[in-house]
C-alpha cells in the first residue's frame, strides 16, 4: 500500500513539474510567423519540456503586446520606433532589447501572367501614390493597375511607407489586407495585380527585378544579391525583449542565432544574419 502511495505521488510530482513551466510566448510580425513557427517546432521537438506559442497580428499588435506585457518576445519586420521603446522604459525601466534574427529581401509581387519583369523603386513608388495607374505607362498591357498592401499595423507597411514610398501616402484605392499571404493569393488571381512582402512568400506569382534607379542594374530577391548588398530592398527582421533574456528564452534564442538555427532560416526562405 506505502510503495503504491509513494509511486502514486511520484507522478502527481512529475505532471506538476512537467506544467510548471509557463510557456513561452511570442506574438507579432505575420511576416516572420512562418519562420518563428519552424523555430519552435523544432526547438520544442528537441526540448519536450519547452512549450513555445506563436500568434501573429503585425508588428505593431506585437509591440503593444510587449509593452502590454502580454507577450515574452515580439517579432518586428520594422525597427522599434523611438515612442514605443520610451514607453517600455517608463513601464520597465529598459527601452527593451532588440534582437536581429534573420534578412529579408522585400518582394514585389505580380501575377504570373503579367509581361513586366523588373521596376525601379521609383516606379514602384509611383504606382503605389497613385502617379502611375496604368500598366502601359511601363511598359505592360492597356490596363488599370490594382493595388494591394498589408494592413497599417503590420512593420511590412511601415517599412515599405518609409523606405519605397518615402513617407508619402498610399493611392487611396490600394486594397490593404491582413497578412502577406493574403497579399500573395489576390496577387495570384488578379493579373492586373501588384503587391508586396517577405520573400519566403514568394510562392504562385512572380517576384519582379528591382532596380535602384534607371541607370542602375536589376536585381531579384536572391540570397547571393541580399548578402552582397545588391537587392535594394531589403531589411533586418526582429525579436524584441522587455529586459535581457535568461532561463529557457535566452537558449532558445541563442539557439535561433546558432548555425543550426540559422540554417533553418534559410530553409525557410529568408537570409541569415552571418
Known sequence: MVRKLI????????????????????????TMVI????????????NPNVVIQVTGGGSGTGISALINGTTDICNSSRPMKKEE????????????????????????YVNQQNPIKELTIQQVKDIYTGKINNWKEIGGKDA?????????????????????LQGEDF??????????????NAVSKDINGIGYGGAAYGK?????????????????PTKENIRKNLYPISRYLYMY??????????????WIL????????ESVGYFPIR
Do not use: C, H
Not at 241 to 254: C, H, M, N, V
Open 7 to 30: 509511486a502514486f505521488l511520484m507522478v502527481i510530482v512529475l505532471f506538476v513539474v512537467s506544467f510548471s513551466n509557463s510557456p513561452i510566448t511570442i506574438k507579432g510580425s505575420d
Open 35 to 46: 519562420l518563428v513557427q519552424r523555430w519552435a517546432e523544432i526547438y520544442m521537438r528537441n
Open 85 to 108: 521603446k520610451l514607453k517600455l522604459k517608463e513601464k520597465y525601466g529598459t527601452p527593451g532589447v532588440e534582437v536581429k534574427v534573420a534578412i529579408d529581401g522585400l518582394s514585389i
Open 144 to 164: 488599370k493597375i490594382i493595388r494591394y498592401s498589408r494592413e497599417n499595423n503590420s512593420g511590412t507597411y511601415v517599412y515599405f511607407k518609409e523606405e519605397v
Open 171 to 184: 493611392e487611396p484605392s490600394t486594397q490593404n489586407l491582413p497578412g502577406t499571404a493574403a497579399v500573395i
Open 204 to 220: 504562385g506569382i512572380k517576384e519582379l527585378k528591382i532596380k535602384k534607379d534607371a541607370k542602375s542594374p536589376a536585381y531579384a
Open 241 to 254: 525583449l522587455r529586459q535581457r533574456p535568461t532561463g529557457e528564452i535566452k537558449k532558445f534564442i541563442d
Open 258 to 265: 546558432s548555425p543550426e538555427g540559422q540554417n533553418i532560416v
